[in-house]
Nanobody
Framework: QVQLVESGGGSVEPGGSLTLSCVVSGGTSGNYLMGWFRQAPNKEREWVAAIDKDSATSYADSLKARFSISRDNAKNTLYLQMDDLKPEDSAIYYC??????????????????????WGQGTQVTVSS
């Protein structure tokens, strides 16, 4: 059974950086299309970024300049580097896997329903 476990969240001041990690177990993670989502209180889950097995990437337009998604297939790990964090970035961040694979292109804009497996989330709080 595929399991995803996020880590790396925490509290940071505005302008700071965090790197989130997501370890995938129980399957051939190198073939999966992976994504990051986030959900703030009283808001819908929002897509952040995605990466396919060939490391092609796509980002939410508002986050592209500050966030970077990557993967290390040898370590079965997905990453999200977040720079210049703002209070509005505060949310629970989730990694997700689409076991069907597929390709990411610059205009790729998935919804949560496109991903069948989810981690438990890691909290990111940005405040002074």
């Amino acid at each position: 059974q595929v399991q995803l476990v996020e880590s790396g969240g925490g509290s940071v001041e505005p302008g700071g950086s965090l790197t989130l990690s997501c370890v995938v177990s129980g399957g051939t993670s190198g073939n999966y299309l992976m994504g990051w989502f986030r959900q703030a209180p009283n808001k819908e889950r929002e897509w952040v970024a995605a990466i396919d097995k060939d490391s092609a990437t796509s980002y939410a337009d508002s986050l592209k300049a500050r966030f970077s998604i990557s993967r290390d297939n040898a370590k079965n790990t997905l990453y999200l580097q977040m720079d210049d964090l703002k209070p509005e970035d505060s949310a629970i961040y989730y990694c997700a896997a689409d076991l069907r694979g597929g390709h990411v292109w610059i205009g790729y804009r998935p919804s949560p329903g496109d991903f069948g497996y989810w981690g438990q989330g890691t909290q990111v709080t940005v405040s002074s």
